[in-house]
């Protein structure tokens, strides 16, 4: 059974760090891309980030781009979100998500696999 298990998550300042990691079990991590997702209060999940299953291609969501940037370590099964110059904007609960097939994928519906999520909240 594939899990996804984020961590990282906590309260931080704005202009703040913080580096999320997404560690998955049950198949082979490196035959699959990696996307992370966030849903803040009253609001829907949005796509922050995916990398591919070779980490060769990369993409992120306009407001984190040049702040936040996605890595993978197929040796250690972990997905990793470096976020920097964080914002009040970016508080919420982020999720690390697979696909059950090779693609990478922007929107929720190409993705099978979820964590439980980890709360990240920035203050001002």
């Known amino acids: 059974q594939v899990q996804l298990v984020e961590s990282g998550g906590g309260l931080v300042q704005a202009g703040g760090s913080l580096r999320l990691s997404c560690a998955a079990s049950?198949?082979?991590?490196?035959?699959?891309?990696i996307g992370w997702f966030r849903q803040a209060p009253g609001k829907e999940r949005e796509f922050v980030s995916v990398?591919?299953?070779?980490?060769?291609?990369?993409y992120y969501a306009d407001s984190v781009k040049g702040r936040f940037t996605i890595s993978r370590d197929n040796a250690k099964n972990t997905v990793y979100l470096q976020m920097n110059s964080l914002k009040p904007e970016d508080t919420a609960v982020y999720y690390c998500?697979?696909?059950?097939?090779?693609?990478?994928?922007?929107?929720?519906?190409?993705?099978?696999?979820w964590g439980q999520g980890t709360q990240v909240t920035v203050s001002s």
């Open positions: 990398i591919s299953w070779s980490g060769g291609s990369t």
């Open positions: 998500a697979s696909p059950d097939n090779s693609g990478t994928y922007y929107t929720e519906s190409g993705y099978h696999y």
């Open positions: 049950g198949r082979i991590f490196s035959s699959y891309a």
